[in-house]
């Protein structure tokens, strides 16, 4: 991956349009009442990763609404902020695929040990904004593993670590990073 930034005026400008949970995981528990929480932290863990790389200028889509409300706050009118908004060379849109856990451990004679494992896989694709054409497509997959020990009659076994689902998906969009800019920045330099 190439690790030197570039000055903003030569940054390619992206935007994550979509991004969803679409693993069992998918209702309930992991969705609240403004939507899907797993796949808004997926897409906040996109971001931050390309924004990291100081190789692109990441625009906002996801929550273009609440943009859209506070600038008519400001007095802003609707045709003013379309105006405003910054145009992409490119669309990220994405989903997480699978998201599991489990547990193994044993007791022994003095103690016992625990661990705890989630394991992710995200998929993505890059669209270009204008044509609608797919030129890009990715999978990456990650894991987190907590483990614990304790020594019998002392201290009690704890629910499962639900950060630990997070952490597989940042580690899945991790393991996508170098073939996403790697791509990105050759788009870029045919442009």
């Keep these: 991956m190439a690790s ?47 924004m990291q790389t100081q190789r692109f200028n990441v625009v906002e889509r996801q929550d273009i609404g609440k943009l859209k409300d506070e600038a008519n706050l ?18 990220i849109l994405g989903s ?35 044509t609608g054409q797919v030129f890009y497509t990715q999978e990456g997959t990650g894991e987190a593993n907590l483990t614990s020990s304790s020594t019998l009659g002392f201290g009690g076994t704890s629910g499962f670590d639900s950060t630990l689902e997070g952490k597989a998906i940042d580690a899945a969009i991790v393991n996508m990073m170098n073939n996403v800019v790697t791509t990105l920045d050759s788009r870029r330099k045919h442009q």
């Design 4 to 50: 030197n930034p570039l000055p903003p005026a030569e940054r390619m400008t992206i935007a994550i349009a979509r991004f969803t949970n679409e693993s069992i995981y998918g209702s309930g528990l992991f969705t609240d009442a403004y939507g899907d929480r797993l796949g808004k932290q997926a897409a906040d863990l996109l971001a931050r990763h390309l």
């Design 74 to 91: 400001m007095g802003t009118h609707e045709q003013q902020f379309k105006q405003n908004l910054t145009g992409v060379d490119a669309l």
């Design 96 to 130: 997480v695929a699978e998201l599991g856990r489990d547990e193994t451990g044993g007791v022994w004679l003095i103690g016992k040990q625990r661990t705890q494992r989630a394991r992710a896989r995200v998929v993505l694709r890059m669209v270009d904004p204008i």
